[in-house]
């Protein structure tokens, strides 16, 4: 009997911590913030000027030069699987930018010139059942993601235009 109950406390005690770490994990979405801000203040990046994904979806392979003369290429797609990608064209490292999981794609990339950050959107049905958007932020020079960020799509901007008008 003593065995048994011994197990039964720890079968509590395992459940308890997973609840505990499911609620830590699954923060509730934020209508103002300072990424927002910093998302909404950021410039467009254009999107890849030879598409390679069919049927026609938002894609991007973009240079870009960082305040310190490298040059990085940006590429991902809105699409399943999709994430966000970099690479050093020197050194031909490359890193993860972001990665918001399944049924939640890329939809909007825009970059910070001055400071080095680059912002994705990523919007989606998570697992298939739940509206989700997340911010994303990513220091290109130190090839680190400095925040994720759960948001109200609603409290964003629109997302890039893919045919900026000319005036």
Same mark, same amino acid.
């Given at each position: 009997m003593h065995q048994s109950r011994r197990s039964f406390r720890i079968v509590l005690r395992m459940i308890l911590f997973v609840t505990v770490a499911c609620c830590v994990a699954c923060r509730r979405a934020v209508s103002k913030a300072p990424i927002i801000e910093r998302y909404k203040a !950021?410039?467009?990046?254009?999107?890849?000027?030879?598409p390679? /994904?069919?049927p026609h979806t938002?894609?991007?392979?973009?240079? $870009?030069? $960082?305040?310190?003369g490298s040059k990085v290429i940006v590429s991902g797609? @809105?699409?399943?699987g999709g994430r966000i990608n970099m690479r050093y064209l020197t050194k031909g490292r490359g890193s993860l930018v972001a990665d918001a999981g399944d049924y939640v794609y890329p939809s909007d990339v825009r970059f910070n010139n001055q400071k080095d950050l680059l912002y994705v959107k990523a919007s989606? $049905? !998570?697992?298939? /059942?739940?509206e989700e958007t997340w911010l994303f932020e990513y220091d290109l020079r130190a @090839?680190? @993601? /400095? $925040?994720? @960020?759960r948001v109200v799509n609603g409290a964003l901007p629109a997302e890039c235009p893919e045919h900026p008008q000319t005036k």
């Open positions: !950021a410039a467009c990046i254009s999107f890849s000027a030879n390679t /994904v069919t938002r894609e991007w392979d973009t240079p $870009l030069t $960082l305040s310190d797609t @809105q699409s399943p989606g $049905l !998570a697992g298939g /059942v739940i @090839q680190r @993601q /400095v $925040l994720r @960020q």
